[in-house]
């Protein structure tokens, strides 16, 4: 057999996307998290999935991917933080107002992204820069 030149393998450039479907995508970054709190680590697994396919294709998903997932990544340490102070009584109470939190500021940042708006969430660590 003839050696042949290798060719590197065929990757196609990422399409952009659409202004519509960018604001789509984006929301879904945000709305992913309250299907996916039915398990432990969902509510952040979610948005780190719809982040991770649609990145590369619209500056505007990527940055309420990154704002979703630290938001969702703050909220998981603050829902731990209120589990443990459960023993002393106060947990309950913190545990219902991160809920409700959450709960506000996810949807709310949906509301934006599906408007074409940059949002960011107060009161979050920036893990993902």
Request: hydrophobic share 55%; aromatic share 12%.
């Given at each position: 057999?003839?050696?042949?030149?290798?060719?590197?393998?065929?990757?196609?450039?990422?399409?952009?996307?659409?202004?519509?479907?960018?604001?789509?995508?984006?929301?879904?970054?945000?709305?992913?998290?309250?299907?996916?709190?039915?398990?432990?680590?969902?509510?952040?697994?979610?948005?780190?999935?719809?982040?991770?396919?649609?990145?590369?294709?619209?500056?505007?998903?990527?940055?309420?991917?990154?704002?979703?997932?630290?938001?969702?990544?703050?909220?998981?340490?603050?829902?731990?933080?209120?589990?443990?102070?459960?023993?002393?009584?106060?947990?309950?109470?913190?545990?219902?107002?991160?809920?409700?939190?959450?709960?506000?500021?996810?949807?709310?940042?949906?509301?934006k992204a599906n408007n074409g708006e940059y949002y960011r969430y107060p009161l979050t660590l920036?893990?993902?820069?």
């Amino acid at each position: 057999m003839e050696n042949q030149p290798s060719t590197p393998p065929f990757t196609p450039a990422p399409v952009p996307m659409s202004e519509s479907d960018a604001r789509m995508w984006a929301m879904l970054a945000h709305l992913s998290a309250l299907p996916g709190s039915l398990f432990v680590i969902g509510s952040i697994l979610a948005p780190v999935i719809v982040w991770q396919i649609q990145k590369d294709k619209s500056a505007f998903v990527d940055y309420h991917g990154k704002e979703a997932v630290n938001f969702q990544i703050t909220m998981a340490i603050a829902f731990a933080v209120s589990f443990l102070l459960m023993f002393i009584l106060i947990g309950i109470v913190l545990l219902s107002i991160v809920g409700v939190v959450w709960l506000v500021f996810t949807i709310i940042a949906a509301i934006k992204a599906n408007n074409g708006e940059y949002y960011r969430y107060p009161l979050t660590l920036r893990f993902i820069k």
